[in-house]
């Protein structure tokens, strides 16, 4: 377990325990502390998604507090699950997913579901994300479609803009 998934950890263990929110330890890698990005944050309980939440843009003053929110709420708030309870952290696993900056796709061909993620939007406001390099999809087609389904876009039907992002995971 590296800084990243040990911090996500212990937010979560703190959070389910003791209903409070840690702080970044100042002994933290710099980067950590100075460095903004969108984080995304899965948990897994026997290989099987337990909870994932995060944000495609910086929301905190720096990764250690991005990755300390959305941990807790990966726990707490994905809609998907029952919140997480004392008896399932021994079995939890963490992933930590660090988002470069979106950047704009004009041609499919731009895409590649291994190596980048992607966010979808149509002209009403409704976005979808997916990260990259995920088990269950294996072409550019069946990510877009997931991503779509995820927003409530017809991907057939509506006009997209498509933004691509890689990340660096830790787990």
Do not use: W
């Not at 995304?40 to 720096?62: A, Y």
């Amino acid at each position: 377990m590296d800084n990243y998934t040990k911090l996500a950890q212990q937010a979560v263990e703190t959070y389910i325990k003791e209903s409070k929110t840690i702080k970044p330890s100042e002994d933290l890698p710099k980067e950590m502390l100075i460095k903004k990005a969108g984080v995304f944050v899965s948990l897994k309980k026997d290989k099987e998604l337990r909870g994932c939440t995060g944000t495609f843009v910086p929301t905190q003053k720096n990764l250690a507090e991005e990755i300390i929110q959305n941990a807790i709420s990966a726990a707490t708030k994905d809609l998907r699950f029952h919140p997480v309870t004392k008896k399932e952290l021994k079995d939890l696993s963490y992933s930590i997913d660090v988002l470069s900056k979106p950047e704009p796709v004009n041609d499919i061909k731009q895409l590649n579901h291994k190596k980048y993620g992607i966010i979808v939007a149509n002209q009403f406001g409704y976005r979808g994300l997916l990260l990259p390099d995920l088990d269950g999809v294996d072409n550019v087609e069946t990510q877009l479609k997931i991503t779509c389904d995820k927003a409530g876009i017809n991907y057939q039907k509506e006009p997209l803009s498509i933004e691509r992002f890689t990340v660096e995971r830790h787990s």
